[in-house]
């Protein structure tokens, strides 16, 4: 009886030990953020992005009629996507009272037309994420 728990042992073990993987080529594609007007020629076309978002939301933002001192600290995180045309489209809106909301969008939508990302060769939508604090 021994001998044939050992002969099973065995033939499930090698059945599991020789299974075959599969191997091949394989391609990664690497997703092209949008270009903001001005960093066209920027070796760092990503950091350029990121700092010229960062520049328009400082240099647009403004606190909303209403604001009170309840308001402070409020966080507001606006998800958009540069569209396939390059320009911005808001997804969600989280966060603080509907008007501290609307001013982060309004700052989000005035961002300028851009050119847009793209992955392969054809243009897609990127997602972004920004965090306002009032």
Same mark, same amino acid.
């Given at each position: 009886?021994?001998?044939?728990?050992?002969?099973?042992?065995?033939?499930?073990?090698?059945?599991?030990?020789?299974?075959?993987?599969?191997?091949?080529?394989?391609?990664?594609?690497?997703?092209?953020?949008? %270009?903001?007007?001005?960093? @066209?020629?920027?070796?760092? /076309?990503?950091?350029?992005?990121?700092?010229? *978002?960062? &520049?328009?939301?400082?240099?647009?933002?403004?606190?909303?009629?209403?604001?009170?001192?309840?308001?402070?600290?409020?966080?507001?995180?606006?998800?958009?996507? %540069?569209?396939?045309?390059? @320009?911005?489209?808001?997804? /969600?809106?989280?966060?603080?009272?509907?008007? *501290?909301? &609307?001013?982060?969008?309004?700052?989000?939508?005035?961002?300028?037309?851009?050119?847009?990302?793209?992955?392969?060769?054809?243009?897609?939508?990127?997602?972004?994420?920004?965090?306002?604090?009032?």
């Amino acid at each position: 009886m021994k001998k044939y728990v050992i002969i099973l042992t065995v033939l499930l073990t090698s059945s599991f030990g020789f299974s075959q993987t599969a191997s091949g080529n394989t391609v990664s594609s690497k997703e092209v953020a949008p %270009v903001w007007p001005g960093c @066209e020629n920027s070796a760092q /076309k990503s950091n350029c992005f990121n700092q010229m *978002l960062a &520049k328009h939301i400082q240099q647009n933002f403004k606190f909303p009629k209403g604001y009170t001192a309840e308001d402070k600290g409020s966080k507001v995180i606006v998800s958009f996507v %540069v569209d396939e045309n390059g @320009e911005t489209k808001i997804l /969600k809106t989280s966060g603080g009272r509907e008007l *501290l909301q &609307k001013e982060a969008e309004r700052n989000i939508l005035a961002i300028p037309k851009m050119k847009p990302g793209h992955l392969n060769g054809k243009s897609r939508a990127i997602k972004y994420k920004v965090p306002f604090t009032f």
